[in-house]
């Protein structure tokens, strides 16, 4: 499966941005997905992620209550919805899928596809 990520661009300090991840070369239906996030000179962290049946959603503590984590089976998308955006969000946002285990995902060996990236800028 090949993942595409778009949305990323410029916003100012509490504004919003919603990122889009659609898959092609065949369906995630039976792979989680999830999101990750890459600031200059950091490691690749992560940020969101949903099990194959969508029912359990993971996020990073540093996002909770910020940023919602959709997926659509059906269309093999995924969406994560960021609100009040804060300047120490600003990286490059990576979808990422894989038939992971629970245990696996939250860390960045547990995804085999991974999206081309799409860059979040937050000005303060």
């Known amino acids: 499966v090949q993942l595409q990520a778009s949305g990323g661009g410029l916003v100012q300090a509490g504004g919003s941005l919603r990122l889009s991840c659609a898959a092609s070369?065949?369906?995630?239906?039976?792979?989680?997905v999830a999101w990750f996030r890459q600031a200059p000179g950091k490691e690749r962290e992560f940020v969101a992620a949903?099990?194959?049946?969508?029912?359990?959603?993971y996020y990073a503590d540093s996002v909770k209550g910020r940023f919602t984590m959709t997926r659509n089976n059906a269309e093999s998308t995924v969406s994560l919805q960021m609100n009040n955006l804060q300047p120490e969000d600003t990286a490059v946002y990576y979808c990422?899928?894989?038939?992971?285990?629970?245990?696996?995902?939250?860390?960045?060996?547990?995804?085999?596809?991974w999206g081309q990236g799409t860059l979040v800028t937050v000005s303060s």
């Open positions: 070369g065949g369906s995630f239906s039976n792979y989680a």
């Open positions: 949903k099990k194959w049946s969508g029912s359990t959603t």
């Open positions: 990422a899928a894989g038939r992971t285990i629970t245990s696996e995902i939250m860390r960045v060996r547990g995804y085999s596809a």
